[in-house]
């Protein structure tokens, strides 16, 4: 494998493809789409509800309050035929009947019904005028009690369907997050080794988070946006179509805004989302190596980087606000020349009679809900922008390989009889070359000593036994058949590595233990414990083996950690014990405990020895020397010797 080609590129995202992006994300919504039927359902209902707000407040104003103009002569008022508003009022009632009689100069009598005009009202007593007016004061209070129950019901609508999108937000993330920490957790150790944690962090954290929106709001109240846009068109165009059109007249404007503004917008979140990548690497750095900052004296230095990274970043969160900081204000600016234009031309057409008050007062409120769904879709496709760059990133590492085997018939793996190299190559890249042409064989039960100068590929040559890497050329076979056709956990389940520094994790001394074993006897872990050594330091522990170490082991000395590792490695039982210097920088006494440890851990096994130090060695049935990537002896401790060649002066040294 070559590993440049691990790398994920932040910087490579020049390409807008929103569309394929929301296709790879439907598959995680998918076990959801109940929850997203019944969330548009509501959306639904919501919008019939806003839609209606305004509708029922024109009812009010033409019906109840000043009802719409009618033609006829008033011959009370003396006025020459026109349009003229009455109040009609039903004369069989006696005690209406009565105000007519006292008022009979300014009504007009038909048979059982009379009618006086609006203008002529103010000439009643207040007392007269509210009786005869309470079928429209009854009225207003139906309107009133209707209104109310809109109000009540699009509260109890919003509520139900913010909380079910809130839901079905978290549970798609939630699967999103572990689908990439598994997928993460299967990459091949390549892509670990040029890929700095900070940036990986910030996958799994900020960029998930960021897709919430997507889930929670945007899906959702983009329907409902378009469903309320549509729906106050149809009412605009069905109470008023020529006022509507004129009102209409700022949209493509709008458009036009909305487009230049969605794409500085991708491009800000874009920055924005490097950076904040970039800030969590260098903090991530610098925690793991505080150490060597301070002793080093590099605070200052390593601050003045950390102020460019978030110097960097504050420039593209400002220029993101300024993206919105101007786009909002031009749709709002938009928005008031619109309600400007629908006060000209409506009030114009209230005062000639052309249109009523209620149904000018209805325009203006639709022409203000209108604008917001039209806010609130280029907010919410701004935030998509952000989600999207999010998602890019995530798909970049989705899209790297496993580390699996080969699609082709894969063999079942009962025990490891023989390992084999042939004429294997390894290259990191082009001009670094680590292994070449190297060939050997390891039969069950041999141990076998790789040694040789630092750089000469002993680390690499393990990291492709244990399948971290894959050969560039040449060939591995286990058992007489190429490695990559078992599979890589079958594979990875028969061998154990001590490394020259082992990674404890935060928790109990028997979890580290049992890593990956899901439980053991209370017999065999005595037993286990004991043959790795563990037994006296795990004692001295305040809760024994359920002792909580942090995270790296800090809290015990090197020594133990290495008995911790190899007590993790006696758990998995392996055929095959790969040994890099397990005595590495550890002092006597637990050196002494160690190779007693690793003693009874390679009885009966297939062990491979990388020895820094040449001791080590010397036990081995075989040894091999290796140098610049190359095997240049071979043979027994005794047999090198007697050569006096590289091995012999490696001895010497």
Known sequence: MHTDQSVFDEKELGKSYDMKLLGRLYPYTRPYKFYFMVSVLLVIFITLFDLSLPYVTKIAIDTYIIPETTSGKSSVADKSLGKTR?????????????????????????????RISFDNLDKLDKEDLVFIRKTDINGLGFITLIFVFLV?????????????????????????????????????????????VGRLVTRVTNDIHNMHELFTSIIAFVFKDLFLLAGISVVMLSIHWQLALISFAVLPFVLIASLHFSKQARDAFRTLRIKVAEINTRFSETIGGIKVVQLFLHEKENYRSFKKINHENYLAGIKQIHIFALFM??????????LAIVIYFGGGGVVAENISLGALVAFISYMKMFFRPIRDIAEKYNILQNALSSAERIFLILDKEKAECDESEVFPLDSIKELEFKQVGFVYSKTEQ???????????????????????????????ITRFYDACSGSIFVNGKPINRFGLSLLRSKIALVPQ??????????????????????????????DSRCKSFIARLPEGILSVLT??????????????????????????????????????????????ALANLMKSRTSIIVAHRLSTARNADRIIVLYKGRIIEEGTHDRLMGKKGYYYKLNQL
């Open 86 to 114: 009455y109040l009609h009022v039903d004369i069989t009632d006696p005690e209406i009947s009565a105000i007519v009689v006292r008022y009979s100069h300014l009504f007009e009598i038909h048979t059982s019904k009379a």
């Open 152 to 196: 009540i019901a699009n509260f109890i609508f919003n509520f139900a369907q913010v909380f079910i999108m809130e839901y079905t937000g978290q549970l798609t993330m939630h699967d999103l997050r572990m689908h990439l920490f598994d997928h993460i957790q299967k990459l091949p150790v390549a892509f670990f080794s040029h890929n700095p």
């Open 329 to 338: 204000p031009v749709v709002e600016t938009l928005g008031a020349v619109s």
């Open 434 to 464: 680590i292994l070449n042409q190297v060939s050997f064989k390891v039969r069950k039960g041999e141990t076998l000593a790789i040694v040789g100068p630092t750089g000469s590929g002993k680390t690499t040559l393990i990291n492709l």
């Open 501 to 530: 520094e082992p990674f404890i994790f935060s928790g109990t001394v028997k979890e580290n233990i049992l890593f990956g074993i899901d439980d053991m006897s209370e017999n065999k872990m005595e037993r286990l414990i004991e």
């Open 551 to 596: 995270e790296g082991g800090k809290s015990v000395s090197s020594g133990e950690r290495q008995l911790i590792s190899i007590a993790r490695a006696f758990a998995k039982d392996p055929e095959i014990m790969i040994l890099d210097e397990a005595t590495s920088y550890i002092d006597s006494e637990t050196e002494q405990y160690i190779k007693e």
